[in-house]
T-cell receptor, first 117, second 111 residues
Framework: GAVVSQHPSWVICKSGTSVKIECRSLDFQATTMFWYRQFPKQSLMLMATSNEGSKATYEQGVEKDKFLINHASLTLSTLTVTSAHPEDSSFYICSARGTRTSTGELFFGEGSRLTVL | GEDVEQSLFLSVREGDSSVINCTYTDSSSTYLYWYKQEPGAGLQLLTYIFSNMDMKQDQRLTVLLNKKDKHLSLRIADTQTGDSAIYFC???????????FGTGTRLLVSP
């Protein structure tokens, strides 16, 4: 099956710093990548949809200046949490959809746990 | 709006069958999916069903779809302790533009 890799898998940072999370599709090209946020014991909340070569589409209530998304190539999307605060601590998961899918399924990364002190 | 609901918790004994239920709201969903999430990990696609199908079987997994009632279920036969995880159903909305996930069902399999 298709493999999506996220890095780092966990990160601890000080309040006010910025953190970048990478999402890579390893064995397929992904025109669309999605970034989700998951709080403990809750479902996934879609933050934004990222299309290669264009600006990300953010869901309502998600601050685009806070969560910067770049999808510079067909295999890489990055999420930068700028000026992180403790309330940004969460599990961030990316997913990717292949260019040739006919069933629309998403393949997920392993997730990145962010802890802001 | 889109809303996908699941029961929060299910406990079964090893060897029994597990049935996880899901209701969704978008009648135009083309595909519906079941994902599995183990602790601290991403989501793993288990199976999916096209909206014009009633049933799909894949080894120990059986998916039933009642499109009229917008009800989806996942049956796991001969449940094993390794099946303990959170299971999410998801529906595709706006074509394939995005997936909306259910609240997740935590399955606990005891020996």
């Amino acid at each position: 099956g298709a493999v999506v890799s996220q890095h780092p898998s966990w990160v601890i940072c000080k309040s006010g710093t910025s953190v970048k999370i990478e999402c890579r599709s390893l064995d397929f090209q992904a025109t669309t990548m999605f970034w989700y946020r998951q709080f403990p014991k809750q479902s996934l909340m879609l933050m934004a949809t990222s299309n290669e070569g264009s600006k990300a589409t953010y869901e309502q209530g998600v601050e685009k200046d806070k969560f910067l998304i770049n999808h510079a190539s067909l295999t890489l999307s990055t999420l930068t949490v700028t000026s992180a605060h403790p309330e940004d601590s969460s599990f961030y998961i990316c997913s990717a959809r292949g260019t040739r899918t006919s069933t629309g399924e998403l393949f997920f990364g392993e997730g990145s746990r962010l802890t802001v002190l | 709006g889109e809303d996908v609901e699941q029961s929060l918790f299910l406990s079964v004994r090893e060897g029994d069958s597990s049935v996880i239920n899901c209701t969704y709201t978008d009648s135009s969903s083309t595909y519906l999916y079941w994902y599995k999430q183990e602790p601290g990990a991403g989501l793993q696609l288990l199976t999916y069903i096209f909206s014009n199908m009633d049933m799909k079987q894949d080894q120990r997994l059986t998916v039933l779809l009642n499109k009229k009632d917008k009800h989806l279920s996942l049956r796991i036969a001969d449940t094993q302790t390794g099946d303990s995880a959170i299971y999410f159903c998801a529906e595709s909305v706006s074509g394939f533009q995005k997936l909306v996930f259910g609240t997740g069902t935590r399955l606990l399999v005891s020996p």
